[in-house]
């Protein structure tokens, strides 16, 4: 008989020394998973926010320090409206029932993304959630909301002539190091794991520059089928890579 590990089984192999500090998602599949049950792609949204809430709690608990979501990218306001409206809808939602259990973990939550273009009550909810959780210390999750990559390289240039403009650095100051400060995610260690669910082997214009070296994790399940037990194997599945960096 095969066995099928428990949650609990899979967490102690977890090796503590070896966790990525950084991990990114994308959160795919959502719309695919519910046509496969004849619903609406809201549907799909509205489970994928439950699995949201599991990854987060679950990273705190192993010790995960930044987790960061790609749940709106620039790109996906070429959808219907009544999506996008429903997507903001329940980003709002999810942010208003969160903030306490969020809290109670120690998380803070950031933005990464064009989010002043973002609804202004979405913007308001936004600001309340994070104020209330600005004194946290443990997870730091990110939100990446109307992102894109290559619009945040674009910014990153802008305010980096800006400064050189400024006299504030000088042009040979710039390099990757001094470069990256001025991406959105300033200060964050760059992701050690990259997660897709769906299937979908692309990026999708995230993280563009920051997932150079990231070891990228790939599964055919639908984000709102991806439990617990499956992020604990992307981790372990992690653990057993050899990262190189062009060395040897
Ligand atoms: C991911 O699921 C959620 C968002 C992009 C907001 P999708 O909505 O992309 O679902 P699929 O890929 O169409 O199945
Ligand atoms: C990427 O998923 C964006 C998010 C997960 C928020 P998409 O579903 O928008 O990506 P493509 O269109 O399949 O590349
Ligand atoms: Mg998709």
């Known amino acids: 008989m095969i066995h099928t590990p428990s949650l609990q089984e899979l967490r102690e192999k977890i090796n503590p020394h070896n966790l990525p500090v950084h991990i990114a998602i994308i959160m795919d599949g959502?719309?695919?998973?519910?046509?496969?049950?004849?619903?609406?792609?809201?549907?799909?949204?509205?489970?994928?926010?439950?699995?949201v809430r599991e990854i987060v709690r679950c990273s705190g608990n192993i010790g995960i320090k930044y987790l960061t979501l790609y749940a709106f990218s620039i790109e996906n306001w070429?959808?219907?409206?009544?999506?996008?409206?429903?997507?903001?809808?329940?980003?709002?939602?999810?942010?208003?029932?969160?903030?306490?259990?969020?809290?109670?973990?120690?998380?803070?939550?950031r933005?990464?993304?064009?989010?002043?273009?973002?609804?202004?009550?979405?913007?308001?909810?936004?600001?309340?959630?994070?104020?209330?959780?600005?004194?946290?210390?443990?997870?730091?999750?990110?939100l990446a909301l109307n992102y894109g990559s290559r619009t945040e390289i674009i910014d990153a240039v802008g305010e980096a002539v800006k400064d050189i403009n400024l006299g504030k650095i000088s042009l040979q100051d710039l390099n990757e190091d001094t470069f990256s400060k001025y991406l959105y995610t300033i200060d964050y260690p760059d992701p050690d794991l990259l997660i897709r669910t769906s299937g979908e082997i692309r990026v999708s214009n995230?993280?563009?520059?920051?997932?150079?070296?990231?070891?990228?994790?790939?599964?055919?399940?639908?984000?709102?089928d991806f439990k617990e037990n499956e992020y604990i194997e992307a981790i372990l599945d992690y653990q057993k890579r050899h990262r190189r960096f062009g060395g040897i």
């Open 111 to 142: 933005y990464i993304g064009h989010t002043h273009k973002l609804p202004e009550s979405v913007q308001n909810e936004m600001k309340r959630a994070q104020e209330i959780l600005k004194n946290n210390t443990g997870l730091v999750l990110t």
């Open 78 to 109: 070429k959808r219907p409206r009544p999506e996008v409206n429903a997507l903001m809808r329940l980003l709002k939602e999810f942010l208003r029932k969160e903030v306490d259990e969020l809290n109670k973990n120690n998380v803070t939550l």
């Open 206 to 224: 995230f993280m563009l520059w920051q997932i150079a070296y990231s070891e990228i994790y790939i599964t055919q399940t639908l984000w709102p």
């Open 30 to 51: 959502n719309g695919r998973w519910a046509e496969k049950k004849h619903r609406l792609r809201v549907y799909g949204h509205r489970e994928g926010i439950n699995r």
